[in-house]
Nanobody
Framework: QVQLVESGGGLVQTGGSLGLSCAVSGRTFSDYAMGWFRQAPGKEREFVAAITRFGDTTRYRDSVKGRFTISRDNDKKTVTLQMNSLKPEDTAVYYC????????????????????WGQGTQVTVSS
């Protein structure tokens, strides 16, 4: 398994931007497809974005398309989520997740396929 530590959350006004970062340690980072999920109070954790092992493919939930960008740096062992044009409904705890995969084109949008995650970072968007 790998260990993940998220950072970069905070309080921002509607329309603002935040960049989240996830530092990964442990096993070979490029063996893992990565994802970002979020969980708002009283709600289940939901998929936000995913990226394949070498960044060939990315996938987003519909509500963040065009506003959020996921990327990774395998040399630095980090995955980032750049969030622009933030809305109050983006308020949640954001979690970085890792899934060990053999296929370089594989990614997952379902939480159950991820076996490691961080402690989360709070993002609050004020109206």
């Amino acid at each position: 398994q790998v260990q993940l530590v998220e950072s970069g959350g905070g309080l921002v006004q509607t329309g603002g931007s935040l960049g989240l970062s996830c530092a990964v340690s442990g096993r070979t980072f490029s063996d893992y497809a990565m994802g970002w999920f979020r969980q708002a109070p009283g709600k289940e954790r939901e998929f936000v974005a995913a990226i394949t092992r070498f960044g060939d493919t990315t996938r987003y939930r519909d509500s963040v398309k065009g506003r959020f960008t996921i990327s990774r740096d395998n040399d630095k062992k980090t995955v980032t989520l750049q969030m622009n044009s933030l809305k109050p409904e983006d308020t949640a705890v954001y979690y970085c997740e890792a899934s060990y995969v053999r296929d370089r084109l594989r990614y997952y949008t379902t939480l159950g396929y991820y076996e490691s995650w961080g402690q989360g970072t709070q993002v609050t968007v004020s109206s």
